[in-house]
């Protein structure tokens, strides 16, 4: 079972990329056959999409296609989620508009809202009601907020955050558990089913 993780951020030292990284580990921590791999936007930032794009023989579809290819190689994914001024940041958004049902289409995706506050809903509010219609991606029902980013799943945590921490430790890992199982399920249901017509490519 193979997990691709986004860090949507693309600030250098980003909290979104550190939490993006315990989750692959928490991931991997699960079973040993499973295999996980990080797009953090922060080192890897791609060009913003245009209509190039939509051209096989493009130097930017050549660019892409890597990214593409680690996508379609994924069984699940999850997409971590700065909240920047009540949004979800640019450079996710971009990073979404380059899939395609060919990499993403019936697999789960868990949302994962990062906020340095008391923050972290609206971006996944705001993924919820976009950036699935085309690529046909499948948002689990349980997604995690992680609020109060700097105080938890760090290397070490100060006595006194204890607490919090840990919650959020054991709410990710529950959350984990259900991506697990709809990644089994969907493989399973993806191999059964040939839910991909050209003649709607579009969700519409
Ligand atoms: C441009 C920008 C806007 C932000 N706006 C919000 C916000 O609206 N709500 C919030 O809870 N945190 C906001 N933050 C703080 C982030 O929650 C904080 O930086 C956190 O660490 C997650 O972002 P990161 O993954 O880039 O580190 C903002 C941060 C930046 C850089």
């Not at 993006?20 to 791609?46: C, G, H, M, N, V």
């Not at 660019?63 to 190689?73: C, D, N």
């Not at 997409?79 to 049902?101: C, I, Q, T």
């Not at 109060?148 to 919090?164: R, T």
Request: hydrophobic letters at 45%; a neutral charge; proline letters at 5%.
């Amino acid at each position: 079972m193979r997990f691709f993780l986004v860090s949507g951020s693309h600030r250098q030292g980003s909290q979104s990329g550190k939490i993006t990284r315990w989750l692959a580990q928490a991931i991997e921590s699960k079973d040993p056959s499973f295999k996980t791999d990080i797009l953090d936007l922060a080192d890897d930032p791609l060009p913003l999409w245009d209509d190039a794009a939509w051209n096989v023989d493009s130097s930017l579809s050549a660019q892409i296609k890597p990214y593409k290819e680690r996508v379609a190689a994924a069984d699940a994914l999850v997409l971590v989620v700065a909240e920047w001024a009540g949004m979800a940041p640019a450079g996710l958004k971009n990073f979404l508009l380059y899939l395609s049902s060919k990499e993403c289409a019936h697999k789960p995706a868990l949302l994962v809202g990062v906020s340095s506050s008391r923050g972290g809903a609206y971006p996944i509010a705001e993924l919820r009601m976009s950036g699935y219609k085309n690529n046909r991606m499948v948002y689990i029902p349980d997604h995690l907020i992680v609020r109060d980013c700097e105080a938890v799943m760090n290397a070490s945590v100060p006595e006194e955050e204890h607490a919090g921490d840990a919650f959020i430790q054991n709410r990710a890992h529950y959350s984990l558990k259900a991506l697990i199982a709809y990644a089994k399920a969907l493989k399973a249901m993806r191999a059964e089913h040939d839910l991909l017509d050209g003649a709607f490519p579009n969700g519409q």
